[in-house]
């Protein structure tokens, strides 16, 4: 079956640090990549996606690749800041079949940031 | 601008209690699920639905019921409530293609004691 697999976590950095959380990933077909951020007592975010081999999906100085090749959507910040510490999931949607829809998440990757 | 509304927000149920958890949204979309939050194991999907009377089960579909009269609202039932039910729940709807993601909503607290 489908499934994600994320870095381990928690991630700690100081601000205006180089970000990335790995993302790799078991599907049949051709699905989705998403990437949700979780604040605090909120529910999840859509941040980014991609929808096909080699898109990048951007949003807030975040920015990741689908890359079929290893099966790896990772998600990179060039500058973080402590605003952006939060939870973040990696996820992917099947592209069909009985699965067609439902998303499947990584296990959550917890990132704070210190000033 | 709603969105995805859940009801409540916070939830106390003693053992062996019943109570409906409130999913509705105004998109029009057609897909709907209730996923739980648990620490370290991520998200889990306990029920879907592609559409209007149609539902299916899940990764951890056990303890829970739901049914889908309408494209709007996805209620979940718990029969009889269990300590391993303590958990955060979100809801989340998307058009059936999948590619646009879920809209979730803000989720319900519920402890079980």
């Known amino acids: 079956g489908d499934s994600v697999t994320q870095m381990e976590g928690p991630v700690t950095l100081s601000e205006e640090a180089f970000l990335t959380i790995n993302c790799t990933y078991t599907?049949?077909?051709?699905?989705?990549l998403f990437w949700y951020v979780q604040y605090p007592g909120e529910g999840l975010q859509l941040l980014l996606k991609?929808?096909?081999?080699?898109d990048k999906g951007s949003n807030k100085g975040f920015e990741a690749t689908y890359r079929k090749e290893t099966t790896s959507f990772h998600l990179e910040k060039g500058s973080v800041q402590v605003s952006d510490s939060a939870v973040y999931f990696c996820?992917?949607?099947?592209?069909?079949?009985?699965?067609?829809?439902?998303?499947?998440f990584g296990q959550g990757t917890i990132l704070t940031v210190h000033p | 601008n709603a969105g995805v509304t859940q009801t409540p927000k916070f939830q106390v149920l003693k053992t062996g209690q019943s109570m409906t958890l409130q999913c509705a949204q105004d998109m029009n979309h057609e897909y709907m699920s209730w996923y739980r939050q648990d620490p370290g194991m991520g998200l889990r999907l306990i029920h879907y639905?592609?559409?209007?009377?149609?539902?299916d089960q899940g990764e951890v579909p056990n303890g829970y019921n739901v049914s889908r009269s309408t494209t709007e609202d996805f209620p979940l039932r718990l029969l009889s409530a269990a300590p391993s039910q303590t958990s955060v729940y979100f809801c989340a709807s998307s058009q059936l293609q999948g590619t646009s993601g879920y809209t979730f909503g803000s989720g319900t607290r519920l402890t079980v004691v």
């Open positions: 599907a049949t077909g051709y699905p989705s």
């Open positions: 996820a992917l949607s099947s592209a069909g079949g009985t699965s067609y829809g439902k998303l499947t």
């Open positions: 639905s592609v559409g209007a009377g149609i539902t």
């Open positions: 991609a929808t096909k081999a080699d």
